[in-house]
């Protein structure tokens, strides 16, 4: 008979994976984004209750650090870890020690120092979040680095259009505007492919990446053939001092602003915000009824608190306490 030895490590409680972070739509498979999108909807209908405070989180603490501006972003990650029951802290960079100096890795080490579950970081610079990663001991979710990534940006999007067509599959999406300076085009762009969605860029040829490998069109009139038009405002905070994309904001308004005219029946529109109502949006558009923007403003809290809990929740699998007792 065969020898069946049992080594002693074949009994011990499995290695702690490594740590998970989100930081970029890369790091996820069409399975990761089904889980979060299905998350996100259970924590949606829980929010319908008159109590909406869940214990899920209850002892953990995260941290947001925003070295950029943000309303939405700050604002829905901060209310869906109180709304999980997280200890939580939001540290913006102006009237830090950030003002006086001090580096990201040293306001990184500073905060790890507490421990936290979880830091959020969005900053100018593409990588950032990948740095933090490497000198705390918390989970990273990026919330926008540069013109690079933003990942629950993405996922609140494909949320919202799920809400909308109740599909994502098949679904065809123009992305109008600076795609060129925009990481939430960039992340889209990801996000649509993984769940079989399809885009188009569309916009003036200075403001649309070549190397991106997405179709794209300088005509205006592309945008009848979407099921979804996103639109993008102008990231002057991003283009270089002097740099001249568009002749001027009247002129980028004419040719590619979105207005009543340029759509058709059965679309929806969306804007990630903030937007630049008259410039790459007319205010009669964002405010019809099947603009989005409100909605997604809505889908960002759910799908972050999806992506708290997944990222604290989907740790190491539990061991029988029996079995790491036998080889103690
Ligand atoms: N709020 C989005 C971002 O942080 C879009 C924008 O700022 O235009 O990238």
Known sequence: MADIRVMREDLLPPKQPPRRHLLSVADLTRHDVERLLATARSFERSLEREVKKLP???GRTVVNLFFESSTRTSSSFELAAKRLSADTMTIKSSGSSVDKGESLKDTALTLGAYDPDVIVIR???????????????????????????HPTQALLDLYTMRGAFGRLEGLHVAIVGDVLHSRVA??????????????VLVGPPTLIPRAIGVESSSDIETLAEADVVYVLRMQKERMLEGANFVPSLREYSERWGVTRERLRPGQVV??????????????????????LI?????SGLVVRMAVLYDLLAHGPAPVPAEAALEVA
Request: aromatic share 0%; net charge positive; glycine share 8%.
């Open 186 to 199: 960039r992340s889209l762009i990801q996000a649509l492919e993984l769940v079989g969605a399809s885009c």
């Open 56 to 58: 899920t989180l209850r």
């Open 270 to 291: 969306m804007h990630p915000g903030p937007m630049n109502r008259g410039v790459e949006i007319d205010p009669a558009v964002a405010d019809a009824a099947n603009a």
């Open 294 to 298: 409100q909605q997604q403003v809505r």
């Open 123 to 149: 900053h100018p610079h593409i990588g950032a979040p990948q740095l933090v990663a490497r000198v705390t001991e918390a989970r990273i979710v990026n919330a926008g680095d540069g013109k690079h990534q």
